[in-house]
């Protein structure tokens, strides 16, 4: 069975296995954050804890619908066209408890692509006293939360939302999977300048996806060709794989490509829930770092 075969195989298994639990089941909580019960668990999240990082590890962080699986897809290029790695056949998050397995199991080879939605915090410790290089991605909140409203609410295995209005005060308090988006954020922006650390944007790598993927190898010390560039950027692009992931994701393309789009939350924000997020991100990032590099007032203002 191919990689793609089996990654449909394994989603399969997870929608087929929440068909008759009830929403409350779908989640649960750990350490004070939510988590998708379908894909983690407690013994999971115990395990990584002691989690052993290889110094030539690759690791990605992003907070969810930030461009996950597309930032992703495109390191897996980039390692494919250096070292002709193929890519596994579920997202290589070490939170993940069908990726886990394969990791305690040691069967996969360096160089590995690791991926975490994890806090800063929550990261096993490993990964800091290895210097392990971290791509973080990061989107615009507007956007990031019109899109983890969708994905809610095309998820089978998630509880869904009655409307955006419903959803909205889950997001600003935290009360999703995964956090408050503005705590990743904050703890993140301690860290932009370390050595260890580069930090995308969605829409940066909407705007120049070639000098994105430039920017990823060379971080990565991964040299690649021009000819190679271009071709990951070809068939890298959102729009590329959302026309082809009927191929790479079956029947679930719909719950990892949406619409991919910079300035959506524009159809979906009043404007008191615009307001309410400029007054967040001026309490949490005006003036810092992550704050200039997400271009706040060119994507998010009304």
């Given at each position: 069975?191919d990689?793609?075969?089996?990654?449909?195989?394994?989603?399969k298994?997870?929608l087929?296995a929440?068909k008759?639990v009830?929403?409350?089941a779908?989640?649960?909580?750990y350490?004070?954050?939510?988590?998708?019960?379908?894909?983690?668990?407690?013994?999971?999240?115990?395990?990584i804890?002691s989690?052993?990082?290889?110094e030539?590890?690759?690791?990605?962080?992003s907070y969810?619908?930030?461009g996950?699986?597309w930032?992703?897809?495109l390191?897996y290029?980039?390692?494919?066209?250096?070292?002709?790695?193929?890519a596994?056949?579920?997202?290589?998050a070490?939170?993940?408890?069908?990726?886990?397995?394969?990791?305690?199991e040691?069967?996969?080879?360096?160089?590995?692509?690791?991926?975490?939605?994890?806090?800063?915090?929550n990261?096993?410790q490993?990964?800091?006293d290895?210097?392990?290089?971290?791509?973080?991605?990061?989107?615009?909140?507007?956007?990031?939360?019109?899109?983890?409203?969708?994905?809610?609410?095309n998820?089978p295995?998630?509880p869904d939302?009655?409307t955006?209005d419903?959803f909205f005060p889950?997001?600003?308090?935290?009360?999703v999977?995964?956090g408050s988006?503005?705590?990743?954020?904050?703890?993140?922006?301690k860290?932009?300048?370390?050595?260890?650390?580069?930090?995308?944007?969605?829409e940066?790598m909407?705007e120049d996806?070639?000098?994105?993927v430039?920017k990823?190898?060379?971080f990565?010390?991964?040299?690649?060709?021009?000819?190679q560039?271009k071709q990951?950027?070809?068939?890298g692009s959102f729009?590329?794989?959302?026309?082809n992931?009927?191929?790479?994701?079956?029947?679930?393309?719909e719950?990892?490509f949406?619409?991919?789009?910079?300035g959506?939350?524009?159809?979906?924000?009043?404007k008191?829930?615009?307001h309410?997020?400029d007054?967040k991100?001026?309490e949490?990032?005006?003036g810092?770092?992550?704050?200039?590099?997400?271009?706040y007032?060119?994507?998010?203002k009304w």
């Amino acid at each position: 069975m191919d990689n793609n075969s089996q990654f449909h195989e394994d989603l399969k298994k997870i929608l087929d296995a929440v068909k008759n639990v009830s929403k409350e089941a779908l989640v649960f909580t750990y350490n004070g954050v939510m988590y998708p019960a379908a894909i983690c668990d407690t013994d999971t999240f115990k395990d990584i804890e002691s989690f052993e990082a290889r110094e030539e590890d690759l690791m990605l962080v992003s907070y969810p619908k930030c461009g996950t699986n597309w930032a992703i897809s495109l390191l897996y290029s980039i390692v494919g066209a250096k070292y002709k790695k193929e890519a596994p056949s579920c997202m290589p998050a070490i939170e993940f408890k069908a990726y886990n397995k394969s990791l305690k199991e040691n069967t996969v080879s360096s160089p590995r692509i690791l991926a975490t939605h994890l806090h800063y915090h929550n990261i096993p410790q490993s990964f800091f006293d290895k210097k392990v290089k971290m791509l973080v991605v990061f989107r615009n909140p507007k956007d990031t939360a019109v899109s983890f409203f969708h994905f809610y609410n095309n998820n089978p295995a998630l509880p869904d939302y009655d409307t955006w209005d419903d959803f909205f005060p889950d997001f600003m308090t935290g009360k999703v999977l995964w956090g408050s988006y503005f705590d990743h954020a904050d703890a993140w922006n301690k860290h932009l300048d370390e050595d260890t650390v580069l930090l995308m944007t969605f829409e940066d790598m909407k705007e120049d996806l070639e000098g994105s993927v430039k920017k990823i190898s060379e971080f990565f010390g991964m040299s690649i060709t021009e000819e190679q560039v271009k071709q990951i950027a070809e068939k890298g692009s959102f729009k590329y794989m959302k026309e082809n992931s009927g191929k790479t994701h079956g029947d679930f393309a719909e719950i990892f490509f949406r619409k991919g789009d910079v300035g959506d939350w524009r159809s979906h924000f009043s404007k008191a829930q615009s307001h309410e997020v400029d007054s967040k991100f001026e309490e949490c990032l005006a003036g810092t770092k992550l704050g200039e590099l997400l271009k706040y007032n060119v994507h998010c203002k009304w």
